[in-house]
């Protein structure tokens, strides 16, 4: 009877002790972050790209759940990566545009990043890949929040080089921009370890950062790790290595976005091969649209208006695909608006991470990853862009676009790397009903007054808040960029 109780009170114990470990283990997954630099919403095949193949972002997406009414908070590089990794409006924290090299602004250290919070809960974190938050050191992500970094520090064309490897010369439309940059710095930790100055070694991109992503993985499987893989491709100029030259019908936009995901299955292997694909929490999104005036070689928007460095659709509705064995059903679809802004909280969520005072905009939407069908935690969001402006706002499946001038990529687009000109087009107030016109063609709001004033409301509210430079409107809660003196 005794040995009885013994074995009785073991069996018992052992099960508690499995079920504490089960429970740390999904509240304690790996994350992988792949974030994607102007890829648009229409260059997977999962959301309709043809001309190349994508089996491993397909399989992630069969594995996993594929969101399609998903953003990024604002449509170019920096504004969109702030947003990203605060869950923060970018204009509230004072970061907008795309920051030149050398820029004296950068995020600030007041803030927090995915990276801090998910520090709280003993995660090693790295980010490989573009940062674009600031290059001066105070600014670079190991004072950020990262353990570890190996990347550039800005886009991939802000060096002094033309988009066909040439110096650039006084002559050059792009001399203006880019005769002060310095060559492109590939940093380790907060130092540079090598110096990018041919298009030949902008082939190498993709390769390197997957080739550091997999050790990185194999190196930190014994503790949660938080890994953000933050591709230079497919911004311009474009760059393959020999394994995938060639090989798309899409010439070498497409060759590239295959490289991207052979890069995707590499890690999804090392992942596996190392244990860790059950316990692994896999997001794959972009920062902002394809840049239109590239022509062939800028993605797609899909069906969306416009692209890059605009507030319609196709600027910042972006592919989304979350895999979490056991936690997202397998092979679903979300329709349910969400925001990169809505990562940072999320992920704090499922890790119990505790969050700053400070005031986010992100939302919860773990019910969404879940399957949820009856959730809805994002009711509405802000279409800010250029330091202040507020655009536009959707609200369920409605979008009021506010009055504001633009420029359109779309004029007459460029070949082989050489962009075309951009025209400056404006729009007035219009009212768009998503779930028939995505595209944003017909202006519907005359036959919904009610609508937009329901619209105007939450628009009246933003700018009490974050301000509208559109209207004259400061804004009562919005904090300062970090600034370097140096
Ligand atoms: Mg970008």
Not at 65 to 72: G, L, P, Q, S, V
Not at 219 to 229: A, D, E, G, I, V
Not at 373 to 400: C, I, M, T
Request: net charge neutral; glycine share 10%; charged share 20%.
């Amino acid at each position: 009877m005794k040995n009885y109780l013994v074995w009785l009170a073991a069996v018992v114990l052992s099960f508690f002790a499995g079920a504490a470990i089960a429970q740390s283990k999904n509240n304690q997954p790996n994350i992988v972050l792949i974030f994607m630099d102007d890829m648009g919403y229409g260059d997977v095949e999962a959301y309709g790209g043809t001309g190349y193949t994508t089996p491993n972002i397909n399989k992630l997406a069969a594995e996993g759940m594929r969101f399609t009414n998903f953003y990024a908070a604002q449509p170019i590089c920096s504004a969109s990566r702030a947003a990203l990794l605060t869950g923060c409006y970018p204009n509230r924290i004072g970061i907008s545009g795309a920051l030149s090299p050398g820029s004296k602004t950068g995020i600030s250290d007041k803030e927090e990043t995915i990276a801090t919070v998910l520090k709280k809960k003993g995660y090693f974190t790295g980010i490989i890949g573009k940062w674009h938050l600031g290059d001066y050191k105070e600014f670079l992500p190991l004072q950020h929040g990262f353990d570890y970094y190996f990347g550039l520090p800005y886009s991939n064309d802000m060096w002094p080089v033309n988009y066909d490897g040439s110096p650039v010369k006084p002559t050059d439309e792009a001399w203006g921009r880019k005769h002060t940059n310095p060559p492109l710095p590939l940093i380790e930790g907060n130092d540079p370890v090598r110096y990018i100055t041919t298009l030949k070694d902008q082939d190498m991109l993709t390769t390197w950062y997957t080739e550091k992503a997999v050790t990185f993985i194999q190196q930190h499987k014994q503790q949660p790790f938080f890994l953000y893989l933050a591709h230079s491709m497919v911004h311009v100029p474009l760059g393959v290595s020999d394994k995938f030259r060639g090989k798309s019908q899409r010439g070498l936009f497409g060759d590239v976005v295959m490289e991207i995901d052979w890069s995707v299955g590499e890690v999804m292997k090392a992942l596996k091969d190392n244990g860790l694909d059950k316990n692994t929490l896999i997001i794959f999104t972009s920062d902002n649209g394809p840049w239109l005036n590239f022509g062939n070689h800028a993605g797609s928007a899909g069906a969306f208006r416009e692209g890059k460095a605009t507030t319609w659709e196709g600027g910042q509705r972006e592919p989304a695909i979350v895999k979490w064995p056991g936690v997202v059903p397998a092979g679903t679809v979300c329709n349910k608006l969400a925001c990169n802004i809505d990562i940072l909280p999320t992920l704090a969520a499922i890790t119990g991470a505790p969050l700053l005072a400070n005031k986010i905009d992100g939302l919860n939407i773990l019910s969404l990853i879940k399957g949820d069908a009856d959730a809805s935690p994002r009711d509405h969001l802000f279409f800010y862009f250029g330091k202040n402006n507020l655009e536009a706002v959707r609200q369920g499946l409605w979008k009021l676009v506010l009055p504001h001038a633009y420029r359109s990529y779309n004029a007459a687009p460029g070949k082989d790397g050489w962009p075309g000109p951009t025209i400056t087009d404006s729009t007035g107030l219009a009212l768009y009903d998503l779930s028939r016109d995505p595209g944003e063609r017909y202006d519907v709001k005359d036959q919904n007054p009610e609508i937009v004033s329901q619209l105007q409301q939450l628009v009246e509210e933003a700018r009490d808040d974050l301000g509208d430079d559109l209207t004259g409107r400061p804004g009562k809660n919005r904090r300062q960029a970090g600034k370097t003196g140096n």
